[in-house]
């Protein structure tokens, strides 16, 4: 690589309103370090992230933005008061070091399972089951097939992101990414 290249990568950036460090960007990891019944980040989840606050932009693992959106374990959310203030202490700490963090939004869909909504099949725009392994506490069961949701429920499904960006700035966040594979 030529070293003009490679010093770029350090050099600051503007990306839309933020003004990053440098141009290296630390990928969404879903790390399942959110071991709580109230999925609410945790002390070392503020740790992990501010160790990489050196990179220009962290995007953060998925967060859940509504019960029904649950997919797999020890992920965290961002539908709670509890959740946004787990999350402040994140946006803190990454902040405290100089670093700029965004939100990955997400909700899993028909990749999910029962187990994660009290027995009821996970919800998607359509009635298909992913015929996958889940990763779970149970081990790698079967997915099912999701119930379809309706207009009205795809719409809330819409406000649920919405109130999730919503919080994400209210705990911190530099801004929001929506996880769209789902």
Excluded at 37 to 57: K, S
Excluded at 150 to 163: C, L, N, P, T, Y
Excluded at 165 to 172: I, M, P, Y
């Amino acid at each position: 690589m030529p070293a003009t290249t490679s010093l770029q990568l350090l050099t600051p950036v503007r990306l839309g309103a933020l003004e990053l460090a440098n141009r290296v960007v630390m990928a969404p990891l879903t790390r399942c370090r959110c071991d709580n019944p109230g999925y609410v980040p945790t002390p070392m989840m503020a740790e992990y992230y501010a160790q990489r606050a050196g990179a220009g932009l962290i995007i953060s693992e998925g967060t859940i933005v509504s019960p029904r959106g649950r997919g797999y374990p020890y992920t965290p959310g961002i539908w709670s008061a509890e959740q946004v203030a787990g999350w402040q202490q994140v946006t803190d700490a990454v902040h405290q070091r100089g670093g700029r963090i965004v939100c990955q939004l997400w909700h899993c869909g028909r990749l999910s399972l029962p187990e994660f909504h009290d027995g009821l099949p996970p919800v998607a725009p359509s009635a298909i089951n992913p015929q996958w392994q889940m990763f779970s506490p149970s081990g790698q069961p079967d997915t099912v097939t999701p119930q379809a949701l309706s207009k009205d429920e795809i719409r809330g499904i819409v406000r649920d992101f919405a109130q999730a960006a919503r919080n994400a700035l209210a705990a911190g966040f530099d801004g929001v990414e929506i996880h769209s594979s789902n």
